[in-house]
Every structure is written in C-alpha cells, then in structure tokens.
C-alpha cells in the first residue's frame, strides 16, 4: 500500500515525503518524467519490461499528470499516447515528444490541441535493441538544443541519416541535432556499464551517469571515433555511489535549504535510496564530495529510476515499484514482477515555503528573453525550450533586440549572453559576433562554453581555427579541453596541428584523455599530410605527443 511504501521512507532531518501520484492516475512501471512550461508532470510507464509477451498487444502509455489545485497531489490524468510498446525515453520539443522505443526514434504530435498524441513520425531508426534495459534512454537536451541519450553494452546501433550511416557499438552517448537530423555517437562515453542518465550543469558543463555507480565527466568522451578507450572508466569518473544507481538531477530551486543547493541527486534503484553530492572543479573536470542520502527506503519495491525538481521547487522522484529489476537474475516470467503499481513521490523541505514558477506555455517571445534572466535555472531551462519551439522568424529578432538591452554592467551579463547563444543554436543561426564575444569573455565558464558552439558551427564559419587557437592554450584548462574537443570534430589535418598546442600547457586526465582520443579521430587527415610534408607544428612537443 502507499502508506506502508510511505512508512518505509528514511529522510535526513528536515524532509518530508508525500504522494504526489500512483496507480490509480494510471501511473505503472514509470521509466522517465519531464516537466512541461506549463507546470505538468509527463510521465512515460510500460508494463511491457523486460519483454512484451507474444500474445499481447502493446499498450504502453505517455501521460500527463496534472495537479489542478496546488495542494500537492496530481487529480488529472490525460493519455497523450497508447499503444507504445516497451519505450525507454522521451523529451518534450518542436511541437510534440521525441520517444525511444526499440529501433527507432519517433516523433509524436497533438495537432488539435485536445492533448492526445494525433501524429506518429519515425525520424530515426536502426538503434541497437540487445537487451531491453540498454535501449536508446535518458534523452535530455543541452543548452544549445542537442538531444543527447544514451545506449547500453549490447546495443549495436547502424542509423541512417542525411549525413551517411552513424554508427555506435556497445555502451555510449549519442547527440542529435533535430533540425539538421545531424547525429553523432560517442563509444563507451559513461563509464563501462550501461549509461542511463545525462544532465547539464549551469554553464552547460555536460555529466553522464553510469549504471556501474559511476559518476563521469562526459565532455572529455565527446570524440567520435571508433577507437575503444579502455582506460575510460577510472580516468574519467569524478565520483561513485555505492551500488548501482541511475539519473543525475541537480537540487537547485528557491524552496530548498542552501546546504542542498545545487548538489547532484542520484536515483538508487538498486539500494532503495537517494544519493547526494556535492562537486566541484578539479583541473579542466569536477570531482564529487559524497552527502548524507535525501532519503532511505526499506520497502522491498521502492525503485526510484527518475528525480525531477517541479515547479514548486520540490523534489519528485519516480517509484518504478518492482520487487524483481533484473533480468539476468529472475525470469521475464517471474510471478512477482508487479506490473500494476507505480508511484511520483513529493519530497519537500519542512517548513520553507514553496516556489511557483510562472505559466511558461502562453508567453510571447519577448516575455520569454526575460525569463532567461531568472535566478532559477527550472524558469530558464523552460523559457528556452518554448523559445525553441516558436518559430526562427519570431524569436531570432525577438533575442538580437534582448541582447541589445541587457545591463552592460550586470554582473550576471556573461550568464544572459550565455543563455541567448544557446537560443541562436537551438534555431541553427550562426551569430558570429555573438561568438566573438563570449570567447573573451571575464568568466573561463563563458569562454569555455563558446569554445564548444565554435566547433559546432565550424562548417558555417570563416577560419574556425583561428578561433579555437586561442582557446586551446587559454589560461583555464576548461577553455583547453572544450577547444580539443571542438577540434576533433573538424575534420582537416590542420585541426590536429591547433589542438596539439595544448600541450604547451600543463595536461591533466581530462585534457590527456580527450586529446588522445583526437588523435586517433582525426588520424585519417593529420597522417597521409604530415607523411607528405604538408603538416608543420610549431612545438615540437605537439608533434611527439601526437606520434
């Protein structure tokens, strides 16, 4: 019963935990959740997991929870999509939901506005189904409108796109960039068991979660190459918890104690608990202090497989409520897998008031550009996703104007500019000015952040090294990997040559590893020219680094 799963929760002092939703608003088997702009929670179940039997038809569902009164407790559910079968992932956007499931990746409409899913697209398909519980997961967009997920250690995915077949063998991340179709996968990028869990730090500082306890820096693995880096796992994870776990949310919201904020929340389904973490910088990466877990379960079902901070600047976590998770360890068929109840938890801080953050979903595009000023990142991460969605014409003059108002001495300048470069990527609109700008800005975050959008807009730039041979011996090791990074996607001999020079500056795991792995990226243009004289590099430390 809930009460006796309620009976159960161990929180640290402080806390309280309440039901916010349960099997009665249809909630079974819940995967994933996501927040709307208009304060909705959607929720994504199946009873299909591990494995849909031959007899039944799919029945999957995509809901959307709504608490109508503000009292805590969702009282309206709406089926947005049925018949879904065994999904593993969604992301709201353009118009619609973005959803896993199996092979493909589709793209679900309402086109008359009644909430129901009227439109089916497959965008994708050829994604690797090995094994059910690694299939494509975690979709989470970046600031700069990428769709990033994940994939596990048995899925061997060959997916058609416009720029030729992407592949990606085993455990890795890949990135899509939707209004190109342009997808790119990483191997191996989160630790060596199956990631499932991705999510961006304010700066757009980019972590992945493995299914192996591991925490990681994911940035440094953002190379696509073929070639396997065995000594991924330890070189590049930052922390760990104590038994497998999933999801990486960050506690940021006015509600929340300031002894709370900003820290790492860890679902583990695996131990029954919730792990906490502090981080912090660690050379050109972050490393994680472990905390008291937010909370404790001794119920043999609590499975918490989501956490999301809601609009009320609590904490909700999504009970996939299972005494049987494996099924490696127990049959598909196991008589006590429970395929009828699944519970959204409300976790709040005692005696604080609540936040409320604004009705995102019917404002205009100028009302939106504000909002990228708020202090809490749930207004910010919402107001950008509906400016996203609006359409080039509207909002590109709509944040040219924006910009041109800002504060010239806020100190939260660099932050708003920041936010707006990643308005112009989500749109695919190159505002090199903007660039320019932001990579020599005050803040390393800023300049190390615009390193990245240059090596995504490089095949739509003037001379984009010149730009990157300046970030890549920046005096902030954070600006030196974004720029090694950066460099490997450009695909010329002379990118090895520019992101060589990092080496001019003291490396640590990071940046060894993430130029490593560019070397070995970009082996097919760098060699044949430095075979043929063609290549010169001004240190020769660059050189026998790369040799």
């Not at 493995?210 to 930052?238: C, H, Q």
């Not at 109840?341 to 100028?366: C, E, F, N, Q, Y």
């Not at 932050?415 to 990527?425: D, N, P, S, T």
């Not at 520019?498 to 640590?508: F, I, L, Q």
Request: proline share 5%; charged share 25%; net charge negative.
């Amino acid at each position: 019963s809930v009460a006796a799963e309620l009976e159960s929760f161990a929180l640290i002092e402080g806390y309280q935990a309440n039901l916010y939703a349960d099997e009665t608003d249809g909630v079974a088997n819940p995967v994933c959740m996501s927040w709307d702009p208009a304060g909705r929670l959607w929720v994504l179940v199946t009873t299909a997991y591990p494995q849909l039997k031959p007899t039944d038809k799919p029945r999957d569902k995509l809901l959307i929870l709504t608490d109508t009164n503000a009292d805590g407790r969702a009282d309206k559910t709406t089926v947005f999509a049925d018949g879904l079968n065994m999904p593993t992932g969604f992301a709201l956007g353009h118009g619609g939901v973005y959803i896993g499931q199996g092979n493909d990746l589709l793209h679900l409409k309402d086109t008359d506005g009644d909430d129901k899913a009227d439109t089916r697209r497959v965008l994708l398909t050829g994604f690797g189904t090995g094994d059910t519980h690694q299939n494509i997961n975690s979709f989470t967009w970046s600031p700069g409108g990428e769709l990033l997920f994940c994939q596990g250690l048995h899925a061997f995915s060959r997916v058609e796109t416009p720029w030729g077949i992407r592949r990606l063998d085993e455990h890795g991340s890949w990135r899509l960039r939707p209004r190109r179709l342009q997808l790119d996968g990483f191997r191996r990028s989160g630790g060596e068991g199956n990631p499932w869990g991705i999510a961006f730090g304010n700066w757009g500082e980019p972590f992945v979660k493995g299914n192996d306890s591991g925490i990681y820096e994911l940035l440094p693995g953002m190379v696509s190459t073929d070639r396997i880096a065995s000594f991924w796992g330890e070189e590049m994870k930052i922390g760990q918890t104590q038994i497998k776990s999933m999801i990486i949310e960050l506690a940021e919201s006015p509600h929340l104690p300031d002894d709370v904020q900003g820290e790492m929340l860890i679902a583990g389904y695996y131990a029954r608990d919730v792990n906490r973490f502090q981080w912090e910088t660690d050379g050109a990466g972050h490393r994680l202090k472990p905390q008291p877990n937010l909370m404790t379960s001794s119920h043999n079902a609590f499975r918490p497989v989501d956490i999301r901070i809601g609009p009320d600047g609590a904490i909700y976590i999504a009970d996939w409520f299972n005494p049987i998770i494996g099924h490696y360890q127990a049959s598909f068929r196991h008589p006590d897998r429970d395929k009828t109840h699944g519970r959204i938890w409300r976790v709040t801080a005692k005696d604080r008031p609540l936040a409320k953050a604004p009705d995102l979903s019917k404002m205009s595009a100028d009302e939106l550009c504000e909002q990228l000023k708020a202090d809490w990142r749930y207004i910010r991460y919402q107001a950008k996703r509906r400016l996203a969605d609006l359409s080039k014409d509207e909002v590109i003059p709509v944040i040219t104007n924006w910009m041109d108002q800002l504060d010239q001495g806020d100190p939260n300048l660099e932050h708003h500019l920041y936010e707006a470069i990643g308005v112009f990527e989500s749109h695919e609109v190159v505002n090199r000015s903007l660039l320019e700008r932001l990579l020599v800005a005050k803040d390393y975050r800023a300049r190390a952040y615009a390193t990245r959008v240059a090596g995504r807009w490089h095949d739509r730039l003037e001379s984009p090294l010149e730009l990157l041979d300046r970030s890549v011996t920046d005096e902030s090791a954070r600006v030196r990997l974004e720029a090694i990074v950066a460099c490997s996607d450009i695909h010329v001999a002379n990118s090895m040559v520019v992101a060589a020079k990092a080496t001019s500056r003291p490396m640590d795991r990071f940046t060894n590893f993430a130029l490593t792995q560019t070397v070995h990226a970009l082996v097919p243009r760098w060699r044949p020219a430095l075979n043929q004289g063609q290549l010169k590099f001004d240190d020769p430390a660059g050189l026998i680094y790369v040799l």
